[in-house]
């Protein structure tokens, strides 16, 4: 399974379903982090003291997973193991994030949610 909660989700500008049409949605979800604004993407640094950090999962087959390696990999992110609440339950799950250190001086997202955030930046 696969966590997003940025440009990927759905309404967002590389939303899963449309550059990756193999992706299928399993559901909303949520990880423990806090939630950076970096231009024109978020980035998220897990901390299970934090607040929810709004977001999708996925089911990916490994073709889907070698071309989300490739582009997150432009932005400096590398896919780590993360625990996610998907319906209640906690569930493994892949997450693309950078190091925590880039996050630095940059806005905290307050919500959590990035297509919320976006959407009061219009």
Request: proline share 6%; net charge negative; glycine share 10%.
């Amino acid at each position: 399974m696969l966590f997003v909660y940025g440009t990927l989700r759905r309404g967002g500008a590389n939303a899963m379903p449309v550059l990756y049409p193999k992706s299928k949605f399993v559901g909303n979800a949520f990880v423990s982090g806090n939630l950076y604004d970096m231009g024109g993407y978020p980035a998220v640094v897990l901390d299970e003291n934090a607040g929810p950090i709004a977001g999708e999962v996925y089911t990916i087959d490994d073709e889907t997973l070698k071309a989300l390696d490739e582009f997150e990999a432009s932005a400096d992110y590398t896919r780590n193991l993360v625990e996610l609440t998907l319906n209640g339950e906690t569930l493994p799950g892949w997450i693309y994030s950078p190091e925590p250190d880039i996050c630095s001086g940059k806005d905290l997202i307050e919500s959590g949610d990035w297509i919320k955030y976006v959407e009061t930046k219009l």
